[in-house]
C-alpha cells in the first residue's frame, strides 16, 4: 500500500484543563520520533490548536531525503481523504442557503446518472454519497480511477458498473466515487468548479494562501514533500505524485499545517474565523 513521505496530523483537539497538557511540552517530541523511526517517516508536520490557540506547530524530519531539505511548518503535503471534510463543509453551506438539500436526489442534477440497481439509482442521494451507503464495499472500483485520464463525468458513469454487496442504505463502504460525485453538485448550483468554489468559499476566507485545491501541478510547488513507498521492499523507494484531481472532491488539495490551523480554528469556533463568520449558520 502506497505510503506518503510525510504524515499531517491535523485534528488534534485537547479538553483537559486550561494549561498546555505535558504530554504536548514533554512527551510529544519523544512520541513522534519513535513513531518516525517505527514507521520509516522521512518527515512530518503537526499543528495542534487548543481553547482558539495554536499550541504547537512544527516540522520534523526532511521532506526530501536526497537533499536533506528539513520539513517546517509551511511544507506543502497532499493532504488526501481530509479534502472530503471541505467538500463536506462546501456541501453543508449550500445546504443552509438553500441552494440544495443534502436529501435531493443525484439524479435531480444529473438525470443519466446511474447505480448498478435501478431502484438505487432512482433514490440514492447527496446524503447518502457523503455517509458511503451506497451499498458498495470499501474502495470497490476506487483504485480503478487513480492516476488515470478519466474526466470525473467518465468515473461517475462508471459507478453503475459496481455491482453492491449489501443493500442499498443498509451498510457502510468507504467510497471515493461517491465523494467525486456529491462534489461535482456544486458546479451544478453555483455555476463554479468544485475547485474554484472550495477556493472561493473556504481556502480564501481561512486566509489558506499556501493551499490549493488541485495537485496535478505539485511538483511544480515551492516546499513541497517527496512522496515515498515502503512497499514491497521495506526501504524507501521514491514514487511519483499521484494524479488525483478527477477525484478532485474525495482526496486533492495540497496545504500546509500552517494553514490547515487556520481549519482547524474555524471547525472548534463554529464556523468562524478570527471573529468573521464564514459558515452560515
Known amino acids: 500500500m502506497r505510503k506518503f513521505f510525510t504524515v499531517i496530523l491535523t485534528c488534534l483537539s485537547l479538553y483537559a484543563s486550561s494549561q498546555t497538557p505535558s504530554f504536548i511540552t514533554n512527551d510529544i517530541e519523544v512520541y513522534i520520533k519513535q513513531g518516525m523511526k517505527d514507521w520509516q517517516v522521512p518527515g512530518l508536520a ?5 481553547d ?8 520534523y524530519g526532511v521532506r526530501d ?9 509551511h511544507s506543502k503535503f ?16 449550500l445546504e443552509v442557503e438553500k441552494k440544495l438539500s443534502l436529501n435531493d436526489r443525484i439524479t435531480k442534477y444529473y438525470p443519466d446518472y446511474k447505480l448498478y440497481e435501478s431502484t438505487s439509482t432512482g433514490l440514492v442521494s447527496i ?5 458511503h451507503r451506497i451499498g458498495t464495499k470499501t474502495f470497490q472500483g476506487d483504485f480503478t480511477f487513480w492516476n488515470t485520464r478519466l474526466t470525473r463525468k467518465e468515473i461517475m458513469n462508471k459507478m453503475r458498473l ?12 468507504y467510497c471515493n466515487s461517491c465523494f467525486l460525485t ?53 526501504i524507501l523507494n521514491k514514487v511519483p505524485y499521484d494524479k488525483w484531481d478527477n477525484l478532485a472532491p474525495a482526496a486533492s488539495i495540497v496545504s500546509t499545517v500552517s494553514d ?20 452560515p449558520y
Do not use: C
Not at 503537526?46 to 487548543?50: A, F
Not at 482558539?52 to 516540522?59: E, R
Not at 497532499?78 to 453551506?93: M, R, W
Not at 459496481?162 to 451498510?171: I, T, V, Y
Open 46 to 50: 503537526i499543528v495542534i490548536v487548543k
Open 52 to 59: 482558539g490557540k495554536t499550541v504547537l506547530m512544527k516540522g
Open 65 to 73: 531525503i536526497q537533499t536533506n531539505e528539513p520539513v517546517d511548518e
Open 78 to 93: 497532499f493532504i488526501a481523504s481530509n479534502t472530503k471534510l471541505f467538500t463536506g463543509t462546501a456541501l453543508a453551506k
Open 127 to 131: 446524503r447518502d454519497m457523503l455517509s
Open 162 to 173: 459496481l455491482q453492491p454487496s449489501k443493500p442499498f442504505r443498509q451498510d457502510y463502504g
Open 182 to 234: 456529491a462534489g461535482e453538485i456544486i458546479p451544478k448550483v453555483t455555476g463554479k468548479s468544485w475547485e474554484q468554489y472550495i477556493t472561493d468559499n473556504i481556502l480564501a476566507p481561512l486566509e489558506m494562501t499556501e493551499s490549493a485545491a488541485l495537485s496535478n501541478d505539485a511538483s511544480q510547488h515551492s516546499n513541497m514533500a517527496t512522496p515515498y513507498t515502503t512497499s514491497y521492499t521495506n
Open 260 to 279: 490547515l490551523s487556520h481549519w482547524l480554528l474555524f471547525q472548534l469556533d463554529s464556523g468562524r474565523y478570527n471573529g468573521k463568520r464564514i459558515m
